[in-house]
C-alpha cells in the first residue's frame, strides 16, 4: 500500500526563525516523485518543492529544502527566516513514475507568530 | 491564463439532488484530477482522466461519475447527494506526465444536508 505519513498536525513557528515539518512515505517502488505543497487560508494549493527518487542530493527552492532519506522513507521540509505568509496548511505528497495517483499525507498547519 | 477554474465555488444540496461541478484548464493539460478534502484529512483522488475520452476511478470513486470529452473540461457529476459526500472539491491538471507539478483550482465547498 502506498501512504503518507505527517506525525505533527499542527506546529508554530517565531518569524525569521527556523521550522522542520516531517514527513515519511511508505511504497514499494523504487521510482518515484515527492512533493510539499502549501494550502493557505484562501485553500488555494501551490507547489512549494519537489524532489526526484533518483536524485541523491536535496532539492533547494529559496527559504524551502529537504532533508530526503530514501532508505528511511522519510522526505521532510524546513523552512527558513519564517515569514508571515508561510502560514498555511502544509502536505507532503508522492506519485510513483509509473503511478497515475498522487499520495497525500493529512497534513501539518504551521503558523507563523509575529 | 486562468489555469484552472472550477465553479461553483460554495453549494449547499438537499439529500438526494444532484449536481455537476465544473472545471475548466486553460494549460492544455492532458492529466485532470477531482479530490476531495474532507475536514483535517489530505487530498483523495476521486477520478481521473489521462486524455479525452479517457478516464479512471481514484480510492474514493463511489456516488460520483466524470466524462472528459474535450482537453479543457473535466466535470464531476454527483448523483444523490448523500451527507458524506459534505467537503471540499478540488480539480487539478498536470501536464504530459502524472508525476509533473499539478496545478489546482481554488475549490468547490459542497454540503449536503
Known amino acids: 500500500a502506498q501512504t503518507v505519513t505527517q506525525s505533527q498536525p499542527e506546529m508554530s513557528v517565531q518569524e525569521a526563525e527556523t521550522v522542520t515539518l516531517s514527513c515519511t512515505y511508505d511504497t514499494s517502488e523504487s521510482n518515484y516523485y515527492l512533493f510539499w505543497y502549501k494550502q493557505p487560508p484562501s485553500r488555494q494549493m501551490i507547489l512549494v518543492i519537489r524532489q526526484e527518487a533518483y536524485k541523491q542530493q536535496n532539492a533547494t527552492e529559496n527559504r524551502f529544502s529537504v532533508n530526503f532519506q530514501k532508505a528511511a522513507k522519510s522526505f521532510s521540509l524546513k523552512i527558513s527566516d519564517s515569514q508571515l505568509g508561510d502560514t498555511a496548511m502544509y502536505f507532503c505528497?508522492?506519485?510513483?513514475?509509473?503511478?497515475?495517483?498522487?499520495?497525500f499525507g493529512t497534513g501539518t498547519s504551521l503558523t507563523v507568530i509575529p | 491564463n486562468a489555469g484552472v477554474t472550477q465553479t461553483p465555488k460554495f453549494r449547499i444540496l438537499k439529500i438526494g439532488q444532484s449536481m455537476t461541478l465544473q472545471c475548466t484548464q486553460d494549460m492544455n493539460h492532458n492529466y485532470m484530477y477531482w479530490y476531495r478534502q474532507d475536514p483535517g484529512m489530505g487530498l483523495k483522488l476521486i477520478y481521473y482522466s489521462v486524455g479525452a475520452g479517457i478516464t479512471d476511478k481514484g480510492e474514493v470513486p463511489n456516488g460520483y461519475n466524470v466524462s472528459r470529452s474535450t482537453t479543457e473540461d473535466f466535470p464531476l457529476r454527483l448523483e444523490l447527494a448523500a451527507p458524506s459526500q459534505t467537503s471540499v472539491y478540488f480539480c487539478a491538471s498536470s501536464y504530459i506526465y502524472s508525476y509533473n507539478e499539478q496545478f489546482f483550482g481554488p475549490g468547490t465547498r459542497l454540503t449536503v444536508l
Open positions: 505528497a508522492f506519485i510513483t513514475f509509473t503511478g497515475n495517483q498522487f499520495y
